[in-house]
């Protein structure tokens, strides 16, 4: 039966998992690792990722809104939409660094209804969400472990700043679907876009932060959830109010040079 606004969480999810599921088949089997000549930074891989997952999503009735194909099919009244990346992290892949992922979030006319981002280089770490249900890790309910000042902060970063912030550590580590959620885990402490990405890296990943009690704001305030291909939005993340603050200074300082 095609999924839409009535379908339950665990019947979204359903598709979700074997969305994610068919792009590992296509990983697992993979021996071509050169571009695609289409777009820069855009592997042959993902092409073949994108067309397995877009067979499970349209098979079931979602329009979708993919990094790789920008959207297609229809979003009717009543609908979902999947926002996906098949393969978030493809150079991370192409160069064997074991972190990148599968992400989807599908949404509804209220916005983000359901969302999953799974390791694909682990084949073991999936992140879930629903709205109002939680968030979980391989099951385990997530909440936040707050951590209240840049200087004792180990900060998520996409992108360089230009210049020295007064945080503890840093990690750059190529695929923001992934770094967002370990935030909600409480292996990072904060996650900052020092440029700005498409609404298939990040939005997944909002999902899970929000439900697990993380705070997630855009940086010039906008909303985060969007459906056009084009947009690029600046996301932030942080595990309390005062290190928002701070992650909110820090990147205002790198936008004035």
Not at 129 to 151: D, K, Q, V, Y
Not at 163 to 182: K, S
Request: aromatic share 6%.
């Amino acid at each position: 039966m095609p999924l839409d606004a009535s379908s339950s969480n665990e019947d979204i999810l359903d598709v979700l998992h074997r969305t994610a599921d068919a792009v590992a088949g296509v990983l697992l089997a993979n021996t071509d690792w050169s571009l695609s000549g289409k777009r820069a930074t855009q592997y042959s891989v993902d092409l073949a990722a994108d067309a397995a997952a877009l067979d499970v999503l349209h098979g079931a009735g979602c329009a979708v809104l993919s990094e790789e194909s920008q959207i297609t099919g229809e979003w009717k009244p009543g609908g979902l939409m999947v926002v996906m990346d098949p393969l978030d992290g493809s150079t991370n892949a192409s160069k064997r660094v074991p972190w990148y992922a599968t992400a989807l979030c599908a949404l509804d006319a209220d916005g983000m209804r359901a969302s999953l981002v799974v390791n694909q280089a682990s084949g073991r770490d999936r992140y879930w969400a629903t709205r109002g249900g939680g968030a979980f890790h391989n099951g385990i309910r997530l909440a936040p472990t707050e951590r209240n000042t840049l200087r004792q902060s180990v900060v998520g970063i996409s992108g360089l700043p230009s210049f020295r912030p007064g945080w503890g550590q840093f990690r750059a580590l190529g695929a923001a679907a992934l770094d967002i959620c370990l935030v909600a885990t409480g292996a990072l402490d904060g996650w900052i876009d020092f440029n700005s990405h498409g609404v298939w890296d990040y939005l997944a990943s909002v999902l899970v932060c929000q439900e697990a009690g993380i705070i997630v704001e855009e940086f010039q305030s906008r909303d985060l959830v969007v459906t056009q291909y084009a947009e690029k939005r600046t996301p932030l993340v942080a595990s309390s109010k005062e290190l928002m603050a701070e992650l909110r200074s820090v990147r205002e300082r790198h936008e004035a040079g």
